[in-house]
């Protein structure tokens, strides 16, 4: 067998959809580390009014920062080798579809614009469905 009989779909697509998830989950950067006033600055022009001045909120503000920059830095270490990484690919452009209805719970229960939520649940939709696509498409026979 051939190694190009291992491959599946189309891995320099998968590459490029991993690699641009993970460039777009490294903006969360500067929530990780920006300064309280910096954080109510943005809360306020984006329309949410005062930030609330709570510990467990900046932690999880932070926290939840962090673990999108780790995701995203995985995703960047499956874009390099899609083959060996296939598995983890398909599961997590599944993970991305099943986030997508999740994302317009929360964002719904806690009062995030309605531009916030098209943007977390689209985005979710778009990815999971094209690395989907990706993952399990025919190459055109050359």
Request: with cysteine; glycine share 8%; hydrophobic share 55%.
């Amino acid at each position: 067998m051939n190694a190009t009989a291992l491959v599946h779909g189309h891995p320099r697509l998968q590459s490029l959809i991993l690699k641009a998830a993970c460039l777009i989950s490294l903006l969360t950067l500067g929530a990780v580390f920006a300064p309280e006033y910096v954080l109510g600055k943005l809360n306020w022009f984006l329309g949410m009014g005062k930030l609330p001045d709570s510990a467990l909120l900046r932690y999880l503000g932070s926290g939840g920062s962090l673990v999108y920059i780790i995701t995203g830095l995985l995703m960047w270490m499956m874009a390099g080798d899609v083959v060996r990484y296939r598995p983890m690919i398909v599961f997590s452009a599944w993970i991305m579809l099943a986030a997508a209805p999740i994302y317009w719970y929360i964002n719904t229960h806690t009062g995030m614009p309605r531009w916030w939520m098209l943007m977390d649940t689209v985005a979710c939709l778009v990815f999971g469905a094209a690395l989907l696509w990706a993952c399990h498409a025919r190459p055109k026979s050359a």
